[in-house]
């Protein structure tokens, strides 16, 4: 019998972003914190972040065909994906 939904909470989030630091992969990640590797792809997917020098929400071009790396490396950040995480659950709660 399934145990049951439960939401990612902070503390995991914090181990989250600690191995993504220490490359660890996205299926170890998961078996460390007794999650699916899917729940985390689609964590870190809502909530990644690209970092620059001039603007946080900067995010700069990058020609598809030139398949190089990416112009700004993913980031993942706890305390921001947390921040995101609330924002959308009291948005969901307003009534339209």
């Keep these: 019998m399934a145990t049951g939904y ?10 989250i ?3 993504r630091e220490n490359q660890w ?7 460390d914190l007794g999650r699916s ?4 792809s689609r964590e870190i997917r809502r909530n990644h972040w690209r970092a620059s020098n001039e603007n ?8 598809p065909a ?4 990416e112009a ?4 993942y950040r706890a305390a921001r994906a947390q921040r995101r ?4 659950a009291v948005k969901s709660l307003e009534v339209v």
């Design 6 to 15: 439960r939401h990612i909470d902070l503390d995991e989030r914090i181990e």
């Design 17 to 19: 972003e600690q191995h």
């Design 25 to 31: 992969s996205l299926r170890k990640i998961a078996a």
């Design 37 to 40: 590797p899917s729940t985390l």
């Design 56 to 63: 946080a929400s900067y995010r700069p071009y990058r020609d």
């Design 66 to 69: 030139l398949r190089t790396d």
């Design 72 to 75: 700004t490396p993913v980031q």
């Design 85 to 88: 995480a609330d924002a959308r």
